[in-house]
Nanobody, 127 residues
Framework: EVQLQASGGGLVQPGGSLRLSCAASGFTFDDYAIGWFRQAPGKEREGVSCIDNSGRVTYYADSVKGRFTISRDNAKNTVYLQMNSLNSEDTAIYFC????????????????????WGKGTLVTVSS
């Protein structure tokens, strides 16, 4: 069974940092692309960042470029999202998702086709 568990959320002041983790199990991690998505109250879900199965291609939403960094540690079956310079617009529930590399599109400008979704972790940026 494919399982994805996001963690690391919490309350942080504007300008602060958090690192989210997505722990995966139930599939061959090295074969899957992983993405981070978020949904704020009253808004549609949006893609934040994705990394392909090779780890060589990444996607970032324009709103987070230069502030967020995605990485993967295949030995730990974990993907991370380092979030710096957080602001109130980053407040949302953050989800991680996965798909086989052959079934997902990950380019610098697109992240589309995730099949498996985990439960989210809440990030609240407030003073």
């Amino acid at each position: 069974e494919v399982q994805l568990q996001a963690s690391g959320g919490g309350l942080v002041q504007p300008g602060g940092s958090l690192r989210l983790s997505c722990a995966a199990s139930g599939f061959t991690f090295d074969d899957y692309a992983i993405g981070w998505f978020r949904q704020a109250p009253g808004k549609e879900r949006e893609g934040v960042s994705c990394i392909d199965n090779s780890g060589r291609v990444t996607y970032y939403a324009d709103s987070v470029k230069g502030r967020f960094t995605i990485s993967r540690d295949n030995a730990k079956n974990t993907v991370y999202l380092q979030m710096n310079s957080l602001n109130s617009e980053d407040t949302a529930i953050y989800f991680c998702a996965a798909a086989l590399g052959a079934r997902v599109i990950v380019t610098p400008s697109r992240c589309y086709g995730m099949d498996y979704w985990g439960k989210g972790t809440l990030v609240t940026v407030s003073s």
